[in-house]
């Protein structure tokens, strides 16, 4: 029996993939519908397999659909066309999902193996694909419960008002959507609002109650508007839909559980230290959160929290020192550390961080780097800081008790700029900074431009933290004199409401200061 099976259903022709284990089992497998004649998977068989194979991806049975005219089939309603000379979309939409709902979905279970709920039931597609998907899922939901949207067309008019007005889906569902952040940008039509129609999508179905873990969106850096990008998201698409396997103590197959947080398994494991992939809701750049947590039971008021930058590179250091530190009866009190890092396997994720930690500057604001080479893209400092402030502080106050109190923010270089940026702007948002060897040459010293507005709240009394500069002897001099400069500005306005030390560690340079500085930072914080 082959596994690629073209089967004629209403006057369509559908391309059937079955696992492998089909044709040797009599078990029943999910289904994934596939809009355009399932190009997104047509050209990647071999990849699924070794997908499923390895554990990576459960077995599907994947279905692609044929479209007659998919501009009227793929359409909610009627619109005109993008252009002079280009057609019009008729908006047939409601019929083609109704027919895929009561015809073929029918035929398909009668013919297969299926797992007929809803729960096991998908609907994918990219472009105008992913928007009738998406509208089967609102029309249908007692069908499709499970939502592929690849790149999806919500610039189609009308959509977002229909999606503002509306509820978020059944929460019932599960949704992936992706879309890369070069899409539509040389458009000049509706299309250019592209990426920013679907950071709205998310941010709006979350904000209308749809379960956050219900719902994953991945923004790639350089994706365009094809089919190529879109068949690579596919595969990550079907994880998150159906979910990875692995293998149970007794050495069989099941379903990864969904849990929020994971204990840290493989490799060297540090007590009470547990990992978490997180989306930002705005942006919908994805971080990976590393938490560790004192083994006492926390105080009344909750634990101290120390929130780290560049968590790939500090946070094992930070999270050990703690654990050792923070020792009863005479070590310091012990406190929460959580790490901010990004999916890598480096210590510094040096575009990811340019982005997030900085104001956007032009080449003409920065010096020349060493190699000659060009910035990495920058600006991302404001949606960095509302995903720390809505989306990750709620989440780790969810996961352990925590004294909102008690909150610190350490970062280190760009990251040091970064802590001085949140304390000269919403200061409010830690009560503890800790600024190690800060950038603020950055973008022509542009944060020595904030200092007024902040001299007149320390002149006020209004500021309230404690701040930490710290740096190392040998590092530019430039840095030192800068960093110097700053702690002499403060210290004046030293007293009961505002705390500023400074610290130079002798003969460490800017990354061989990073342990030396960890020292200081637990008697800082202790």
């Known amino acids: 029996m082959k596994r690629i099976h073209s089967v004629q259903v209403s006057g369509r022709e559908l391309i059937v993939f079955l696992p492998q284990s089909y044709l040797t089992s009599d078990q029943h497998y999910p289904v994934a519908y596939v809009q355009d004649d399932g190009d997104l998977f047509s050209s990647c068989y071999n990849y699924l397999d070794h997908l499923v194979a390895t554990g990576q991806l459960k077995e599907i049975i994947l279905v692609g659909i044929s479209s007659h005219e998919r501009n009227h089939e793929y359409t909610p309603w009627p619109a005109e066309s993008l252009a002079p000379g280009m057609p019009t979309f008729d908006g047939r939409g409601r019929e083609y999902v109704y027919e895929l709902a009561d015809v073929i979905k029918p035929a398909i279970d009668s013919q297969y193996r299926t797992l007929p709920e809803a729960a096991h039931t998908a609907i994918m597609g990219g472009s105008f694909g992913g928007l009738i998907s998406l509208f089967a899922g609102y029309w249908r939901p007692e069908v499709f419960g ?8 919500f610039w189609y008019e009308g959509v977002m008002s229909f999606l503002r007005e509306q509820p978020a889906p059944s929460s019932a569902q599960r949704i992936y959507m992706s879309v890369g952040d070069c ?6 039509n509706i299309q250019k609002n592209m990426v920013a129609s679907t950071k709205e999508v998310y941010a709006l179905w979350l904000e209308k109650g749809f379960p956050e873990q219900q719902q994953r969106f991945s923004l790639t850096e350089g994706g365009t508007h094809d089919l190529l990008f ?3 998201q596919f595969p990550q698409a079907l994880q998150w839909l159906f979910g990875k396997v692995e293998k149970s103590s007794n050495g069989q197959h099941e379903e990864e559980a969904m849990v929020p947080y994971s204990r840290i398994t493989s490799g060297f494991e540090i007590p009470n230290t547990y990992h978490h992939s997180m989306r930002a809701k705005r942006s919908g750049r994805e971080y990976r959160i590393s938490i560790s947590v004192p083994p006492d039971p926390p105080p009344a008021d909750g634990y101290p929290v120390l929130y780290v930058l560049d968590g790939n590179a500090v946070f094992g250091s930070m999270a050990e020192a703690m654990r050792l530190q923070g020792r009863k009866p005479h070590g ?4 929460v550390i959580v790490g901010i890092g990004y999916d890598a396997d480096v210590p510094m994720v040096t575009d990811a961080r340019f982005y997030d930690y900085t104001e956007k500057a032009d080449a003409s604001e920065l010096p020349e780097r060493r190699d000659h080479s060009a910035w990495p893209k920058t600006g991302g400092i404001e949606e960095f800081i509302a995903f720390i402030e809505e989306d990750l502080k ?8 925590i004294d909102q109190k008690r909150q610190g923010l350490f970062g280190h270089s760009l990251g040091g700029y970064f802590a001085l940026y949140v304390l000269f702007t919403r200061p409010e948002a830690f009560q503890t900074y800790i600024a190690g060897s800060p950038s603020i040459w950055w973008k022509r010293h542009s944060l020595l431009q904030k200092w007024p507005a902040v001299e007149q709240r320390l ?3 209004e500021l ?3 701040l930490l500069i710290a740096i190392g002897e040998e590092e530019k001099v430039d840095m030192v004199a800068d960093a110097e400069e700053l702690y002499t500005r403060m210290l004046p306005y030293q007293g009961d409401h505002f705390h500023v030390s400074f610290r130079k560690m002798e003969r460490e340079g800017h990354i061989s200061v990073l342990h030396p500085m960890i020292s200081e930072i637990m008697r800082f914080i202790g």
């Open 183 to 188: 899409e539509g940008i040389y458009k000049t």
């Open 394 to 401: 709620p989440a780790v106050e969810r996961f352990c008790s």
């Open 230 to 232: 879109m068949a690579q």
């Open 332 to 335: 310091i009190e012990p406190q």
């Open 459 to 461: 002149q006020k009394g």
């Open 464 to 466: 309230h933290a404690a």
């Open 146 to 153: 499970r939502l592929g949207l690849l790149s999806t067309s």
